[in-house]
């Protein structure tokens, strides 16, 4: 028997496939839902509320094969058009993402200076491949300081809610690093490499939580069971009751801080490398108007917010009905506002009240509020992004050299290889891919 510690994508993806490769498998959950980070629910009107993940990219094979094994191929939803406006909200203006060279050069987001610094690229020299350094320092050396504030900080607090001064490289976008080592060039690389269209975001009709209710259906959990102790005895393991059963082999699939807990009794050193993993925090505040309250209705993916503006502790707001029409219902506009991040810890701890006044202040500010919103519902997620800060590559690989040591344990989560749900389903697969023969070796072998 085969015990899973969370029930996240992580956790969900690894029990499915193990249990369709014939093994028993029992998950334990402490809270009173599955999905973890993944959970959608349907507001007053019927429309659908993504608690925090709203989807997934496409561009990982392993998601295809989940979704084709879960029989959800035909509700596979893509976002709307991909090539539809991105926003980023600067000095109090929404000004389009530059994403193609020419409105790269009509950007009112660089300076000319700026814009001419971005021409050197090509001839800058190629920076070290095995260096910890973060994300803002390449920038800085082949693009110059100018893109920092105004289009990578933005971007990369809508992924990992941080800053890029405090994300490795390497850990976060290997293309860059690889663009520079292959090409000497960002620009060159992008042009020589094949054009293949870019990742674009897919859901399921009744909204992320969708995929996590399918693949709960199939499997056997354990809610508001939270592990509190780990031992092993004659190469079983246990939990703090005898009665969850003994376990010939464990997957932790919680964040690090957690495995950090149960692990420290028995491997103290693991445990101190998982703790250096820090998280950040996020807020989500979903927000539904009739048409007619707004003066403007939002067009395009959604707004990021430049380093350079400040609009009341926002990372970025996303026009919900406009990427999935279908989550809203007829004639009314939801939008996602997240909120914190390493930007602005502060807002975790703001009061309702205080969230819906910012919320409101927001959309008046981008499309003018003409009358209150049907609804604003406000969820706040705690220790939520691991910051994949500079060293993280390293610090992980030490952690899988010790996990390797240990027979019957192994870990999954978003802290390890990819903060994104398609990387967790991937890695979740890929671990069952690994343990499958071992784990029918040494049941033959006890047979
Ligand atoms: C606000 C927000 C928006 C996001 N948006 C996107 C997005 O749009 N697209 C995307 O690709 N990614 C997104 N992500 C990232 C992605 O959702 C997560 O990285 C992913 O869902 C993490 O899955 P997981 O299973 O590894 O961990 P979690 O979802 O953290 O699951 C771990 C589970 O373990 C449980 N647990 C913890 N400790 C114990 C214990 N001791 N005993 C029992 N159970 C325990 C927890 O309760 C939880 O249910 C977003 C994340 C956040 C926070």
Redesign the pocket.
Known sequence: MIAI????????TAGFWLQKQGFDVRI????NH?????KSTAGPLGEII????????NNEPAVDRLIQALGLEDQHLPACDPKSERWIYHQNKLCPAPLTPLKLIKTPLLSILEKCRLLLEPFVSKGPINTEQSLADFIKRRLGAGPLDTLVAPMVAGIY?AHPEDLELKSTFPLLLELEQEYGSLFKGLRKRKRSSPPH?HSLPRG?GQLCEQLAKTLPISLN????ELKQSQNLWEFQSPSLGRFEHVIL???AY?QA??LEPLKPNLSEKLSKIKYNH?L?ASTLYEHQSLKNKPTGFGALISRQTELLGALGVLFTSEIFPSRAPQNHVLTRI?FGGSRYPETLELDTQEIHRRTRTIHDELFGEHAPPVSISV?K?RS??PCYAPGHAQLIQNIKEDIQKLSGLSL???HIDG??????IRNAEALTLHLSPILSNANANRG
Do not use: M, R
Not at 5 to 12: E, H, R
Not at 28 to 31: A, D, G, I
């Open positions: 510690v969370g029930s996240g994508i992580s956790g969900l334990f959950e402490q809270k599955y999905g973890g980070w993944i993504d608690e925090a993940a709203n989807g997934w990219l809610a975001l992320a069971t939270p592990i509190t699939a919680i964040p957690a807990k149960l996020a989500v997240i969820h997620h939520a992004i999954l989560g978003n903060v994104g749900v398609k990387d967790c």
